[in-house]
C-alpha cells in the first residue's frame, strides 16, 4: 500500500518532525523534539497532535441506528444527539474487529471513528453488512483532518480559539460544533492521553490554518505539539489499549478488560455468544500492568514467565528508581505470556509495561519474569492505570 500523508504533513516537516510510517500507513510525526519533554509539557501544559490517521466513517438512513446496533457490542439506542460513546465491534468468534467511538448527530445519522491500522477493513465492516440495512456508508477519512489537544490547558486555549462554542459546560464524551478564524469544526470533549482534552475535525483542505493558528495562540499557553513517541508513553500510563499492539481479532474484549462495555440485555449484536460462552468460561489470558524492575524498557514480544528459581546472591540494581537497592536473582520458569507495550514513563518515573498474563497469574501484586535482551528482570504485575485511576484530570 502507498504512503498517504495527513493534510497536515508538510506543517509537521516545517517544524522539524521526524517522520515515520505507521498505522494506516500514514506517515505522521514521531516526534517533534524529545518525547518525554514533550509528554512533560502535555501532562503540565497543552500538548497537540495530528491523528488524521484514524478513519472516519458516515452512516446516515432510517436503518443507520439498527445496522450500528447489530456491529457494536456497545448500546446506541439510547444516546442522545451530541454524545461519543465507546465499544468494540467483534466478529461471530468474539475477537474484536476494531474498538471505535460513534458519534451521534441524529437518529438517522452517525459517525463511527475508527483506528488508524483497521481503518479500511473496518469501514468494508461496516459496508458490507449495510447492505439492505437501509443505511449508507461513506468513508469521509479523506475530507477530515483530526486534531487532537490535549492537557490541563486545553480548555483554556480553545475557549479563546473557538467562537459560537460553549467549551466550559461540555462534558466528557460530548461533542459540539463552533468555529476557529471562519473554519467550521466538530469539537469532543474526548482523548487518548488520560488529560483533560478536545478532539477537533477539521475540513481537511483548511486544515492548516487551523492547526496554525493554534499553533500562534496556544504559544501563551504553553502549547507544543507532540508525536506518536509520546502518545504512547501517555496511553501507557492509562493503560489504553491501541489496535494492532494490543489488540487483534485473536482476543475478544474479556482479554483486555474492555467488557464494561458489553450490553448483554441487547438479544441481537455479532459475536454475542461467543462472549457469553467467555464471560461463563473467562478468558486464558488477561492484558495487565508490569511495573519492571528493570534499567531499560521491555520490548514487544519479550515472553513474561513465572519465576522458576531463585538464587541464594542476591544483586544490586544499578539505575533507575530502586537504584542500590538488592533484589533477587531469578531464573525464569514457566511461559505465561508477553509483552505488548513497554516504555519509560516520565510522570510516574518508572519503567512500565503493559502484557498478556495467563489468567492464573494476573493478580495485583503478584510477581513475574520478563525476558529482556535475553537477561530475566523481575515484575510486578500493577493495579492500573499507573496514572490518575480515578479519571479526574480527564473528565475534569
Known amino acids: 500500500m502507498a504512503e498517504r500523508r495527513s493534510a497536515l504533513y508538510d506543517a509537521h516537516v516545517r517544524a522539524g518532525a521526524q517522520m515515520v510510517k505507521g498505522g494506516g500507513d500514514f506517515l505522521f510525526p514521531a516526534s517533534y523534539t524529545s518525547a518525554v519533554a514533550e509528554h512533560v509539557n502535555t501532562r503540565s501544559n497543552v500538548g497537540m497532535q495530528d491523528l488524521s490517521s484514524m478513519g472516519e466513517v458516515d452512516i446516515k438512513g432510517p436503518g443507520a441506528e439498527r445496522l450500528l446496533n447489530h456491529l457494536l457490542v456497545n448500546e446506541?439506542?439510547?444516546?442522545?444527539?451530541?454524545?461519543?460513546?465507546?465499544?468494540?465491534?467483534?466478529?461471530?468468534?468474539?475477537?474484536?474487529?476494531?474498538?471505535?467511538?460513534?458519534?451521534?448527530?441524529?437518529?438517522?445519522?452517525f459517525m463511527v471513528v475508527t483506528s488508524s491500522g483497521p481503518r479500511l477493513t473496518t469501514y468494508r465492516w461496516i459496508a458490507d453488512h449495510a447492505i439492505g440495512a437501509g443505511a449508507y456508508v461513506t468513508d469521509v477519512t479523506a475530507t477530515i483532518a483530526l486534531v487532537s489537544v490535549q492537557g490541563p490547558k486545553s480548555r483554556e486555549l480553545l475557549g479563546e480559539v473557538v467562537s459560537d462554542a460553549d467549551l466550559d459546560d461540555l462534558r466528557f464524551f460530548r461533542f459540539t460544533t463552533g468555529q476557529i478564524g471562519g473554519t467550521q469544526v466538530l469539537?469532543?470533549?474526548?482523548?487518548?492521553?488520560?488529560?483533560?482534552?478536545?478532539?477537533?475535525?477539521?475540513p481537511a483542505d483548511e486544515a492548516v490554518g487551523v492547526w496554525e493558528r493554534l499553533r500562534a495562540d496556544g504559544k501563551e499557553?504553553?502549547?507544543?505539539?507532540?508525536?506518536?513517541q509520546t502518545m504512547h508513553t501517555l496511553r501507557l500510563e492509562k493503560s489504553l489499549p491501541l489496535y494492532g499492539p494490543d489488540i487483534s481479532q485473536d482476543q475478544t474484549p474479556f482479554h483486555v478488560g474492555l467488557d464494561r462495555w458489553i450490553r448483554f440485555d441487547k438479544r441481537d449484536f455479532i459475536g454475542r455468544e461467543a462472549l457469553l460462552a467467555v464471560q461463563d468460561s473467562g478468558p486464558e489470558q488477561r492484558w495487565v500492568g508490569l511495573t519492571l524492575d528493570a534499567q531499560t524498557a521491555a520490548n514487544p514480544g519479550d515472553v513474561v514467565s513465572s519465576i522458576g528459581d531463585i538464587e541464594a546472591v542476591r544483586e544490586e540494581i544499578q539505575s533507575g528508581p530502586r537504584a542500590g537497592e538488592q533484589t533477587d536473582h531469578v531464573h525464569p520458569g514457566e511461559q505465561l505470556g508477553h509483552v505488548t507495550v513497554s516504555h519509560w514513563c516520565p510522570t510516574v518515573e518508572r519503567h512500565l509495561a503493559m502484557a498478556y498474563v495467563d489468567t492464573s497469574h494476573?493478580?495485583?501484586?503478584?510477581?513475574?519474569?520478563?525476558?529482556?535482551?535475553?537477561?530475566?528482570?523481575?515484575?510486578?504485575?500493577a493495579s492500573t492505570p499507573f496514572f490518575d485511576p480515578d479519571g479526574r484530570r480527564m473528565k475534569g
Request: hydrophobic share 35%; glycine share 12%; net charge negative.
Open 76 to 109: 446506541v439506542r439510547d444516546m442522545d444527539p451530541g454524545r461519543v460513546r465507546y465499544s468494540t465491534i467483534c466478529n461471530p468468534d468474539g475477537g474484536i474487529v476494531d474498538d471505535v467511538t460513534v458519534y451521534k448527530f441524529h437518529d438517522e445519522h
Open 221 to 228: 499557553h504553553g502549547l507544543k505539539p507532540y508525536g506518536s
Open 187 to 202: 469539537v469532543s470533549r474526548s482523548g487518548y492521553t488520560g488529560e483533560l482534552g478536545f478532539e477537533l475535525y477539521v
Open 362 to 381: 494476573a493478580w495485583i501484586g503478584g510477581r513475574v519474569v520478563v525476558v529482556v535482551n535475553d537477561r530475566p528482570v523481575t515484575a510486578t504485575v
